[in-house]
Each structure stands twice: as structure tokens, then as C-alpha cells.
């Protein structure tokens, strides 16, 4: 089947402490972003990266870091400078041609 | 840089009526126009959309209006059903092609509520 899949589904962070989400994606796509999900808000842009070694901050890309070494991986770190990081994180991908499809999310939760 | 409201934030009808959701824009380069809709704990699943050189696309119940000189575009959805109840999003980009590979602008939702 081919799709978009994030893990975990939730996980927690502690003050301090850097967090790593996964994002892969079995579609061929060359393009894969990551967006943040605020209760009641749309989806604001964090990064993106349109091929393999390089990426571009979005709106909100401060405390976020990222990085493409392969084409089906794009793993988003949020890091102890990112001081509201409660969210839920949304990945997604795209071909030239073809519109954005999303995984189904992380939800980052702090204890 | 583009930015995108939509309207309303909740919208309720009966059963069997029609949805009508609007979106603005402010980016005169923005090519591209795509709908989403998302249910809780999931992530949006694409339902339409329609890029600048269309005025309108059309798929079973659903349409997207577009109008390119007062930059506003709208969501359609005929004969509702009890699943159509999510909450729908418009968004915006200026990506080649009208892939979005310069990422999304998102509008702040509408919560659809489909009353039997």
C-alpha cells in the first residue's frame, strides 16, 4: 500500500529534551513537508524540501530542525528552543504535478 | 507572504441541504487551490482542487469556484450526508505546476455539521 506513515501516533517530551519524529513515504513523491496543527487553527508551514540534501524553512521553522539524506525519509526534530511545542505535527508529500498528501500525525504532548 | 481566511469557522445544515464554505486569498501569484478535509485524530485527506487557469471543477457532489480577479474561491457540497461532517479546509500556494512545492497556505478551518 502506497502512503505516508508517522510515528509514533503520540509521543511526549520532557523540559529540555530534544524529540525526533519519523516521517516515510513509499509514493516516489520528491517533495515532503511538515506542518503544525494548533487546536481550532489550520496547518502552518514548518519546512520543506523539495529533493534529497536540501530543505527550506516555512513560517514557523524556529526550534524545528530537519534534514532529507534519503528520498522517502524526512524526520523532524523539535528542539528544548522551541518553547510551545504541544501540537499536533502533520507530514506530507508531494510530486511536481500532484497535490500534497498527509499522513495521519504525531500528537507531541509535554510532561 | 500569502495569506488565506476562511468563512464560516461552523456551519450547520440539515441533512439532504447544500454547504457553501469561502476562502480569500492575498496573493496575486498564488496558482493553485486545493480543499481538504480532516476528521478527528486524522490527517486532511484531499477532496478537490482546482488550479488559476479553471473557473470552475465539479466531482459527484462537490465543486470549486474560483475567481482569480477577486481572489476568492469556494467549496460546494450538494445533497449533504451524515459523513460529510469533518472539518474542511481551503489553502493557497504559488508551487510549480500547482503542486504546492513551495508548501500551503492554509485557511482556519470550517466545522461542518450535518444535522439528520
Known amino acids: 500500500d502506497g502512503g505516508i506513515t508517522q510515528s509514533p501516533k503520540y509521543l511526549f517530551r520532557k523540559e529540555g529534551q530534544n524529540v525526533t519524529l519519523s516521517c516515510e513515504q513509499n509514493?516516489?513523491?520528491?517533495?515532503m513537508y511538515w506542518y503544525r496543527q494548533d487546536p481550532g487553527q489550520g496547518l502552518r508551514l514548518i519546512y520543506y524540501?523539495?529533493?534529497?540534501?536540501?530543505?527550506q524553512k516555512g513560517d514557523i521553522a524556529e526550534g524545528y530542525s530537519v534534514s532529507r539524506e534519503k528520498k522517502e525519509s524526512f524526520p523532524l526534530t523539535v528542539t528544548s528552543a522551541q518553547k510551545n511545542p504541544t501540537a499536533f505535527y502533520l507530514c506530507?508529500?508531494?510530486?511536481?504535478?500532484?497535490?500534497?498528501?498527509f499522513g495521519d500525525g504525531t500528537r507531541l504532548s509535554i510532561l | 507572504g500569502e495569506n488565506v481566511e476562511q468563512h464560516p469557522s461552523t456551519l450547520s445544515v440539515q441533512e439532504g441541504d447544500s454547504a457553501v464554505i469561502k476562502c480569500t486569498y492575498s496573493d496575486s501569484a498564488s496558482n493553485y487551490f486545493p480543499w481538504y478535509k480532516q476528521e478527528l485524530g486524522k490527517g486532511p485527506q484531499l477532496i478537490i482542487d482546482i488550479r488559476s487557469n479553471v473557473g470552475e471543477k465539479k466531482d459527484q457532489r462537490i465543486a470549486v469556484t474560483l475567481n482569480k480577479t477577486a481572489k476568492h474561491f469556494s467549496l460546494h457540497i450538494t445533497e449533504t450526508q451524515p459523513e460529510d461532517s469533518a472539518v474542511y479546509f481551503c489553502?493557497?500556494?504559488?508551487?510549480?505546476?500547482?503542486?504546492?512545492?513551495?508548501?500551503?497556505?492554509f485557511g482556519k478551518g470550517t466545522h461542518l455539521i450535518i444535522q439528520p
Open positions: 524540501s523539495q529533493i534529497v540534501n536540501d530543505f
Open positions: 509514493l516516489n513523491h520528491d517533495a
Open positions: 506530507a508529500s508531494s510530486d511536481r504535478s500532484l497535490p500534497q498528501h
Open positions: 489553502a493557497a500556494s504559488r508551487g510549480y505546476s500547482g503542486g504546492g512545492a513551495d508548501g500551503l497556505t
